[in-house]
Structure formats: structure tokens, C-alpha cells
């Protein structure tokens, strides 16, 4: 039987942008609107989880390989370098930050773990970003590792590294007030209703 002429290969390791690192466990045709259409099927361990994807659409989505090492050990290397001081306004700072995760790219990810850690040493962070960070951090880690043929242990480390030097520099203020938890569940119910508003919208297409 000959191979499909896909993109990714069979049990290659890719990155599914805002869910981390997969498997591609299989690759079927299957009919789809009168078409023989090729799909992976993917695994993300992370989360346990396993997507169908058109083949043709992978790219549009965002999907990637694994970075090689070298792409790796510069993402790592970013951390440590001067960047200019996040917007102290946190839902601009979360939106960027979010818009950036999309994207997808291992910078793009060091940029999130590093702008995010650094305001938390100046300011506790708001619980959404609070999950922004823990979930770019868990990416950048997942895909280091498997880049560079080492385990998230290492990883970690290598982190730390960077991040506590960076982290002493800044001095820690007062946790953040009421104000900006009000503000937070404010703009929770915003992207809840807009989202919803979403979700009607697909509904009238289907």
C-alpha cells in the first residue's frame, strides 16, 4: 500500500498550538462531504486527550513539528535576555499573551513564561493568568524536552535558571487588590458571553 503524501509522517511528534505536544498514532482516509479526505489522529498526553484532524487543514490550524534542538536551546536562551516591561494593564497583558499562545511558536511561548513570571515578581497574578502561565510553562517544557532528548526534570531546571535570576531583580509588591479580582470576573462573564455568542453563530451555520 502506498503512503499517503502528507505533511506529517506516522508517530511523529508535533505540537498542537494551545494544547501541547502530540502523537500522530494514525493517518486514515475517510469520506467526508463526498470526498476521500485524509485525517491525523492525534494524541496529546498532556491532556489524555485524542483529536481528528484533516491533514490538509493541520497547517491552517497551527500544527507544527517538534522544533530541532538548536531552536530549542535558543527559546531556552530568550529567557534570559532584556525584554521591555509588560503593560501593567493585565487584561491588554492577557490578551496579548493569549494572542501569542495561538501562535504557537516555542519564542512565541518562552516570551508568555518569561513576560508572565517576570510581573509576578512585581505583582501577584490574576487567576486567569495565573492558568496562562502554568499552561504556556507546561508547553515550553513538553516541547524542550522532547526537542532536545531530555526530561521535563531537566527541563524545569534549566528554567529555574533562568527565571530566578530575573525574579531577583524585581522587588515583590502587595498582592493585587479586590479591584482587579473584580475586574478579572468581569472580564470572565465578557469572553463567556462572547463566546456563547459564538457558539449561537455555528449553530445557525450548521
Given amino acids: 500500500m502506498a503512503k499517503p503524501k502528507t505533511e506529517f509522517a506516522l508517530n511523529q511528534k508535533v505540537v498542537y498550538p494551545s494544547q501541547g505536544v502530540g502523537k500522530i498514532t494514525e493517518i486514515f482516509k475517510r469520506d467526508f462531504k463526498g470526498e476521500q479526505v485524509y485525517f491525523y489522529k492525534i494524541y496529546l498526553e498532556v491532556s489524555d486527550m485524542i483529536v481528528m484532524v484533516p491533514a490538509e487543514k493541520a497547517t491552517a490550524l497551527g ?9 530549542a536551546q535558543e527559546a531556552l536562551d530568550l529567557i534570559s535576555e532584556d525584554f521591555e516591561t509588560p503593560t501593567s494593564d493585565w487584561k ?3 490578551q496579548m499573551n493569549l494572542d501569542l499562545l495561538k501562535k504557537g511558536t516555542v519564542k512565541d ?7 508572565l513570571y517576570h510581573r509576578s515578581k512585581v505583582k501577584e497574578l490574576p487567576i486567569l493568568e495565573r492558568k496562562l502561565y502554568d499552561n504556556a510553562k507546561k508547553l ?3 516541547e524542550i ?10 527541563v524545569e531546571d534549566m528554567l529555574h535558571a533562568r527565571l530566578e535570576p530575573l525574579g531577583a531583580k524585581i522587588e515583590k509588591k502587595p498582592v493585587y487588590s479586590d479591584e482587579d479580582e473584580d475586574d478579572e470576573d468581569e472580564f470572565a462573564d465578557e469572553r463567556d458571553s462572547s463566546r456563547d455568542s459564538d457558539d449561537d453563530d455555528e449553530d445557525e451555520d450548521d
Avoid: G
Fill in 63 to 71: 500544527i507544527r513539528a517538534i522544533v530541532s534542538a538548536e531552536e
Fill in 140 to 142: 515550553l517544557e513538553d
Fill in 109 to 115: 511561548i518562552a516570551s508568555i513564561v518569561r513576560c
Fill in 92 to 94: 491588554l497583558r492577557y
Fill in 145 to 154: 524536552a522532547d526537542a532536545m532528548k531530555i526530561s521535563v526534570k531537566e
